[in-house]
C-alpha cells in the first residue's frame, strides 16, 4: 500500500466556516481547521476544536454552517455527498484567544466525531518548537482554504497554495506574534493554516489572519471629476504566529473542563 503523505491528507483538514445573522445576510466566510486536543486530565479523552480568527466567528450568538464530505463504508471520502453541520448559537463552544489583540479563536466542534463525516485532524507533533535556525526569510510555505470564496464546489474540496516567508521568522512582525508570508493571501483565506517543512515533516507555522493592500488614487478623466480610491492585494500575507495557536489550545481545554458539569 502506499504510503499516505501530508500533502496528500491536507486538504481534510479544513471546513469553509459560514456565519451569518438570524436574517442570513452578511454572511462572514472564512477556513477553519480541525484539532484534536487532549484534555490531559489522566485520561485518553481529547476534544475536537475548529480553529480560525475571531473575525471570521464574527459572533457567536448567530448562525454557523460547515459542509463535509461523507465517508464511504471503505473509509474514503465520497466527495460531493455533503453532510451539512449548522448551529444557530454557538456561544457555549466558542473561546477566543484570551488576549484581545490575539486575533484568533475556536470552537468545541466534537460532535463531528460522532457521524460520518470525513476529515483530519491536526495533533499535537505539529505543534512542535520550530527550529528556526532551519526556517528562515525564502523557505516555501504551504496553505489551505477557501480564497475570496473559491473552492471545487462540486467535490467539495478546498485549494492548497504555496508561498514563502517574506519577514525574518526569529522576531515579531511589527512587535506583534505575527510573521509575513509572500503569497497571494485573499479574504476567505483567514484562518488557514500555514505548514513549512523540514528534516522530512511538516510543522504549524501559523495561521493567516490578514492580507496587505495598497491604497491608491486611480486617475480619471476629465481631470475635474473627483478622483475614485482603488484597492490593491500586494501579494503579502500576515500569519499569527504558532505558540499563539498552542495559547489558544490550552485555553480552550481549561475552558471546557471548567464549563461542562
Known amino acids: 500500500m502506499a504510503e499516505v503523505t501530508f500533502e496528500a491528507e491536507i486538504s481534510y483538514l479544513t471546513a469553509r466556516v459560514a456565519v451569518e445573522g438570524a436574517d442570513c445576510t452578511g454572511a462572514s466566510i472564512g477556513t477553519g481547521f480541525f484539532y484534536q486536543a487532549p484534555l490531559n486530565d489522566g485520561t485518553d479523552s481529547s476534544i475536537t476544536l ?30 460531493g455527498n455533503v453532510i451539512t453541520f449548522r448551529q444557530e448559537n454557538f456561544a457555549q463552544t466558542y473561546y477566543e484567544h484570551p488576549d484581545s489583540g490575539v486575533d484568533l479563536a475556536c470552537m468545541n466542534a466534537s460532535q463531528i466525531s460522532h457521524t460520518d463525516a470525513f476529515y483530519r485532524n491536526l495533533n499535537d507533533p505539529f505543534l512542535d518548537e520550530i527550529d528556526f535556525s532551519k526556517v528562515m526569510p525564502s523557505s516555501d510555505v504551504i496553505f489551505v482554504g477557501y480564497p475570496e470564496n473559491r473552492f471545487d ?35 476567505g483565506s483567514s484562518g488557514s493554516p500555514v505548514f513549512v517543512a523540514y528534516g522530512g515533516r511538516y510543522y504549524l507555522l501559523g495561521v493567516v489572519s490578514e492580507t496587505m493592500i495598497k491604497h491608491s488614487q486611480l486617475q480619471t478623466l476629465p481631470a475635474n471629476i473627483q478622483q475614485i480610491g482603488v484597492q490593491q492585494i500586494l501579494g503579502l ?21 471548567r464549563r461542562r458539569p
Open 237 to 257: 500575507g500576515i500569519a499569527i504566529k504558532q505558540r499563539h495557536v498552542k495559547e489558544l489550545i490550552d485555553h480552550a481545554v481549561e475552558e471546557f473542563k
Open 153 to 187: 464546489v462540486h467535490n467539495n474540496l478546498p485549494l492548497v497554495r504555496k508561498g514563502s516567508i517574506a519577514s525574518l521568522p526569529t522576531v515579531d512582525f511589527n512587535g506583534k506574534g505575527q510573521i509575513v508570508i509572500d503569497a497571494q493571501v485573499f479574504q
Open 50 to 79: 475548529l480553529i480560525s480568527n475571531k473575525h471570521v466567528f464574527k459572533d457567536s450568538t448567530h448562525r454557523l454552517t460547515l459542509n463535509l464530505n461523507r465517508k464511504k463504508p471503505d473509509g474514503t471520502p465520497d466527495y
